[in-house]
């Protein structure tokens, strides 16, 4: 008996889309990042310089900031990122100043992630942009997308949180340990839980 699965099966979801598959990348649609060279190329450059990073000692602080500074897309003046820090690409991260990221954090920067200032990021956090098709024959093709993160001015992320693609965390927002964020939180907020909710809004009296 004939195989009469679909002949496309895994096929470009974009057919026709004269865009490159990194153009197609940063416009948040559909990509093979295996089909253009200037991807592959740019992952090995954030991923070596993302390990020699990680490789410093606490001794060597200003070989610290010229790594950074040459792994992200921007970097303000007083941030502390304590490796070790996992990337995409890096060139996609913007951090405020005045930021502070505790041990493992992970970026994963195939749409922009935007960190604003005085950001305070608890172990183990992750930013992840990429997102993955829902139908199993494109996945195993490989094509996927992303959308960007904005994380606003005066956030704390708690130890083990995780942002989902597409997301903003509002200004002067705390999220609690552990809690997966998956929708938008507004400004002034405690969120909770997976998935995250508000638990309620913070006032003056809070000093956040």
């Known amino acids: 008996m004939e195989d009469d699965a679909a002949p496309d099966a895994g096929a470009d979801p974009l ?8 153009q197609r990348m940063r416009d948040g649609d559909w990509y093979r990042a295996v089909d253009d060279p200037s991807i592959v190329e740019a992952a090995h450059r954030g991923m070596e310089l993302a390990d020699a990073y990680n490789a410093t000692s606490p001794r060597q602080q200003a070989l610290r900031e010229h790594l950074l500074r040459e792994l992200l897309g921007a970097v303000g003046e007083g941030t502390t990122i304590r490796p070790p820090l996992h990337v995409d690409y890096g060139t996609h991260l913007r951090v405020g100043a005045r930021c502070f990221a505790n041990f ?9 992630v935007t960190i604003g200032d005085d950001v305070q990021i608890g172990p183990h956090v ?13 996945r195993k093709a490989g094509w996927e997308a992303a959308a960007p993160i904005t994380v606003e001015d005066g956030v704390w992320l708690g130890g083990g949180v995780v942002v ?5 965390v509002g200004a002067g927002t705390v999220v609690g340990a552990g809690a997966v964020v998956t929708k938008d939180l507004p400004p002034r907020v405690v969120a909770v839980g997976n998935p995250a909710r508000v638990l309620r809004r913070l006032d003056d009296a809070d000093g956040a």
């Open 15 to 22: 057919a026709g889309d004269p865009r490159s598959m990194h």
């Open 104 to 112: 493992g954090l992970t970026v994963l920067d195939v749409a922009d």
């Open 126 to 138: 992750q930013l992840l942009t990429p997102t993955h098709p829902l139908d199993p024959d494109l």
């Open 164 to 168: 989902c693609p597409g997301v903003t």
